[in-house]
């Protein structure tokens, strides 16, 4: 086949980019090296456009044993346990076959992790949506959620928290991203980096299949009116494989077999054995007529491309080839050795001993694009509002209104289909403001929990960069955990857009700027792309994972009341920001304006002082002041618990709704017995922390003094009808 | 006591109820689907999960594993089987327990904690529960809905072989708090010789006040009385 301009471009690369490809194999390609440059070299594997962003990130810190760069990041929590974790996106397959497209995305993060030697012990999610008036959005969403749902709960993983969102900007291009956390030991962690001449190449897992074809390349790519015709492109799951293999996998790293091992994530046989050869300084030969196939006729170009799910490529200290088989056996899976390792620093691919292919590994790793993108700067948007002259409203009113909306109200109708239990160690579920899951055996336990805010960021992006990360770190504080480091996953729409390149790099300077900060590295991540159909870009949604450490767990701190007469304390000071929040979003419609600052300052203060309140057993429950402002966070700390407020109207802000619905940051919520209020309050003064005592704790009823009441029932209810109407 | 946890390709909860056999001194045993000889046990369990991928139909292919023989073999000899959600299905596959489990009324997976009534407190499984005790316990699965027919039900009945219904925190039984679509909110059955409990509820998810309740506890500490 001749490779003309069209077939280049068909497979996603510039004229420009295949130049190069000429210029460093000294020849013009064939159509499967061709198909593999375009593997390699699309934005999901190469980075192209963000690498240069990315290296800014702090990355290192005491707990950091493996940061971005493998298949995961890695963690070290004290007693040889170390945490490996990582979150993944898999938004253009979602979009197309949104059960497969969810499945998969956690099947493929799950294998980032057991890869390591780790045992997943949870996994997250953050998924956005269209607007649910959009025609699509009812499928989409049902889709997805039985997706997430049906893979992680056949494997028996715990799905323990989550974000569920809907948004406009993600009518034509949802977001999936799924994160998986596992455990080890410290000194049992395996890397993809090959070592050693003529070791074993060995295929394990399921058997090789024409789906997924062209995938990555696929996710690198905008959508248009026919992005249906894609549908060949998304991978089919099989959590029951997976489940075989990753037993099969951590039984085969109870010793010492393996040298290397690397899924077959996105570009397949492709990306697994270049990263090995290229993290190894080696060559590596594949036999491909041994590739075990699913399809008959199987040309070795749909060998290399392919993405058929749940495979693994290991490298095998010699004389290991008989043991490691027999496991697989075991667990009925295939075993193969395909290739070998050579010291021809180049891929060889043969088919019945006939050279197929050929190319230099530094072709295809380092010396593959790196783009300087052009980005601009934000525009930032003047505010027009004034709140005077909005339409008046009871404030009870507008806390029903967001209580029973779609992105407030309760979510337990998606978290009821996940299994949040098996394996018996998950300490809190979701609905608080973090997870917690205890380390299997042990008195200690990781926290987690996933973050965005994608108004934020595209109001203002360095603040939402900054905001989201603090978000995160807090989150992880209100259940009385250190955080200790990040994995992120950055979806944005068309680097080759300068504002879209701008929107990146400012969210990336804000991210910087508050993990360093708050010494909270960033370990591991995945940048998305493309995210838009026909020119029309998302929202820049960089959402952030974070893992946090309980060091000596006793009985879980969340955000529910637990008692009558207890003293209701905001920590950190309300001005009463409301450009950008819930409020007038929802019932006002209005959405310019600028997000609350951050003072990471009194961020750190605020939330190094919450936690160790927590630690001395001072509180009852803890809530960060999130979305919706103080009221939001009261109201839900009284549902689904006996007890609602009675709050004091506050003295010197004179407009109630900023009061009440502002988003300032670095705040927290505590009930407190009144017989600790002074030891809290004595640390808090101490730490030169600004809080305010805003009322108690009461039975049955959610109180603002001499403006609302209403039953706490009432709110519940409210707050969990909007599924059971759509 | 000597237990057993029959472990097939795809079961997920066999660590869990394994974890809880020991933690009550159960001498346990994991029992890999391929073996052909069952080590000596007073109790097997066939734990929760997705057997086979639950592919044909749940708990359809475990029903004729290798293993799934002898431990037909056990059950008719008297030994004690019990079978929890995925577990429960298998058995009934095989025949040792009537009936079949549905797709969930909403067609949906269903996680969370419900209530149950201990109907019959007089078996080797129940016998440290009170009678009519209400438990709440976590049920994880998408085929729960018990169906049998006239008959089996009648039977059911007149022996007294309904183990748990599913009802609210104060033990009122109907459609309301009835998760699945089951029939008459059956959450758990025995079969004729009571040594066999099929159950979708999960015990072994309740015997850590950190992580639940105890409300399983008593499951266990009836099995060794």
Redesign the interface.
Known sequence: MKITNQVVESHGLKIEEYSNIKKLLKREPNLLELGIFSAMWNEHCSYKSSRKHLKNLPTKGKHVIQGPGENAGVIDIGDNDAIIFKIESHNHPSYIEPYQGAATGVGGILRDVFTMGARPIALLNSIHFGSPNHFKTKSLLNGVVSGIGGYGNCIGIPTVAGETKFNSTYNENILVNAMAVGHAQKDKIFYSRAKGLNKSVVYVGSKTGRDGIHGASMASAEFDENSEEKKPTVQVGDPFTEKLLMEACLELMKDNSIISIQDMGAAGLTSSSVEMASKGELGIEINLEKVPCREENMTPYEMMLSESQERMLIILEDGKEKHAKEIFKKWDLDFVVIGKTTNTNKLTLKFNNIVKGEIPINALASEAPIYDRKWVKKKLSKSKFDIKKLKNIKIEEALIKILSSANHSNKRWITSQYDQMVMCDTVQKSGADAAIIRIHNKKKAVAVSVDSSSNYCKAHPLTGGKQIVCENWRNLISVGATPIAITNCLNFGNPENPKIMGEFAECLIGIKESCEYLNYPVVSGNVSFYNGTNKKNISPTPVIGGVGLIQKLKEPIDHQFKKDNSSIIVVGKTFGHLEQSVLLEEIYSITDGQPPEINLLNEKNNGESVLSIIKNNLVNSVHDVSTGGILITLAEMSMGSNYGVKINKPKKLTNLFKYFFGEDQSRYILEVDKNNIEKVEKILKNNNVFYENIGSTQKDFFEIEKEMKINVKELYKINNQWYNNY | MNSSVIVF??S??D??IA??LEKFQFKNQMV?H?ETKLPKSDLIVVP???S????LRSGAIAGKSLIINEVIKAANQGCLVLGICNGFQILTETGLLKGVLLRNKNL?????DVNIKVINNETKFSNKYKKDQILKI?I?H?EGNYFTNPNHLKDLKDENLIAFKYCNKNGVINDDFNPNGSLENIAGIFNSKKNILGMMP?P??MV?N???NTDGVNLFSSLLN
Request: hydrophobic share 25%; charged share 30%.
């Open positions: 390709p795809g997920n909860c660590r869990d974890s809880a890999w391929k929760g999960g997705f086979y991928g639950d592919y949906k997976f269903i996680n969370k976590n994880a998408n999960h072994e998810r850590d950190l992580i639940s």
